[in-house]
């Protein structure tokens, strides 16, 4: 008896804490794997200076001053680069340091080119390696990715809800500003041209403003709860039709990834403001989030008619599908700071995470490609016959050559779609 609770303890903890961000399993679909390039990254700041302090603000005051956002910046490095570095990261409680693992080298010396600029916004709260896995892997195909940490919004400087409601989108616009204007190395091999979005639940809310989605009267009205809106009118600056949401808009953004993308479930939006999204948009979520909640995110999806988009749906996955990387080894154990695990940060109860950042790297793959570097090919992977996968068939010839009946989805092996749902409108639909 002894023996077997023994066993059960070291199945529920892992032994090896090396909490790799870089796994790609078997079965993951085609464009999953990390590209040809070898990967550096390196840590950079970029100050905001005179920006409004809406943690401090008051009804009759709003304060400035410089706000910093810290970024993870991955991108191509120079052929002979040796693949390999770690992380040093907070776990959700903002006290517990984890060490992660990748293939991206530190400090590395860029590769020669010029390649597009993916940023990457994390939730509330989140940190800047809450998504590393999928900055690593768009790095590895050609792409500069700087994912922030948002001020007031990190596990460790987490504090009023309305800083994040007012600065999430202004921190992108600003942050791809200041990359569009890096110095250095790094900043040589930007295309300033062409810039792709992608955020999770808070961020996702930020890139959905960013890329046109102005926010309702109703929203910026609103009083109660407090935590629903800024002082004054801090929140108005994102207000549809407003000059200084207009001002946000960026010709050099082609797409956007929301995932989980949080603000419908309470009227942030109206269909109005939606469709004043412009910029191709995929939105990925779980059938049975109850944060965002997944009927708020359909109603993004119909009412974004100012664009094509594409929703993609995990069955029976809850607010983490498809965006944290795979549970640190650490948040198995109770957190002193929280009194609880911080597992259910990253973890799902139905989906293996590991599967879900496949998933994902493979469609925002297919998807940058597409809309941000203009490969048509790869518009293939999004057109699938089916939209349910577990209706898909596969009928194949003996040498493995598809027939005319063959409707399963691009790039997945076969039986290996089966929980996913990808559907698709055109803009005026």
Not at 312 to 324: C, M, Q, R, V
Not at 327 to 344: I, N, Q
Request: aromatic letters at 8%; proline letters at 6%; one cysteine or more.
């Amino acid at each position: 008896m002894k023996l077997a609770t023994f066993a059960l303890c070291v199945a529920a903890t892992p032994l090896a804490a090396q909490n790799r961000i870089d796994e790609i399993r078997p079965d993951a679909p085609e464009l999953a794997p990390h590209g040809s390039l070898p990967v550096g990254v390196q840590t950079m700041e970029f100050t905001d200076p005179g920006r409004i302090d809406v943690v401090n603000a008051t009804e009759a005051e709003a304060p400035t001053y410089d706000r910093t956002l810290v970024a993870e910046v991955w991108y191509p490095a120079a052929e002979g680069t040796e693949a390999g570095g770690t992380y040093t990261a907070l776990l959700r409680d903002g006290v517990t340091e984890v060490s992660l693992e990748g293939i991206a080298a530190r400090d590395a010396a860029p590769a020669e080119g010029s390649y597009p600029l993916v940023l990457i916004s994390h939730g509330y709260p989140g940190n800047r390696f809450l998504l590393s896995h999928l900055g690593e892997n768009l790095a590895s195909k050609g792409y500069v990715v700087a994912s922030l940490d948002h001020p007031d919004s990190t596990y460790d400087d987490q504090t009023a809800f309305p800083s994040t409601l007012a600065n999430r989108p202004v921190d992108q616009a600003f942050a791809v500003d200041a990359l569009q204007a890096l110095e250095g190395p790094v900043g040589a091999i930007i295309d300033d041209d062409r810039v792709g979005v992608v955020g999770y639940s808070m961020g996702g809310y930020g890139a959905l403003i960013y890329a046109g989605g102005g926010l309702s009267q109703a929203a910026v009205d609103r009083r109660e709860p407090a935590a629903f809106n800024a002082p004054g009118d801090l929140l108005a600056r994102n207000l549809a039709g407003s000059e200084s949401h207009a001002a946000l808009a960026d010709e050099a953004v082609r797409a956007v990834v929301a995932i989980g993308p949080w603000g419908r479930n309470r009227d942030f939006w109206d269909a109005e403001g939606l469709a004043g999204v412009s910029k191709p948009l995929m939105i990925v979520a779980g059938s049975v989030d109850d944060v965002s909640e997944y009927p708020a995110m359909r109603s993004i999806f119909e009412e974004t008619t100012g664009t094509d988009r594409l929703l993609l749906t995990f069955e029976n996955a809850n607010h983490n599908a498809a965006a944290p990387m795979p549970a640190p080894a650490e948040s198995y154990e109770v957190s002193e700071a929280l009194g609880r695990k911080t597992f259910d940060h990253y973890g799902d109860a139905v989906w293996d995470t590991v599967r879900m950042n496949n998933v994902l790297a493979h469609f925002v793959t297919a998807f940058m490609d597409t809309h941000v570097k203009g490969e048509a090919d790869k518009a293939a992977f999004l057109d699938v016959a089916v939209e349910e996968a577990a209706e898909g068939v596969v009928d194949r010839a003996e040498d493995g050559s598809e027939n005319a009946g063959h409707t399963y989805w691009p790039g997945f092996p076969d039986r290996t779609a089966v929980g996913l749902r990808l559907e698709r409108r055109a803009a005026g639909e």
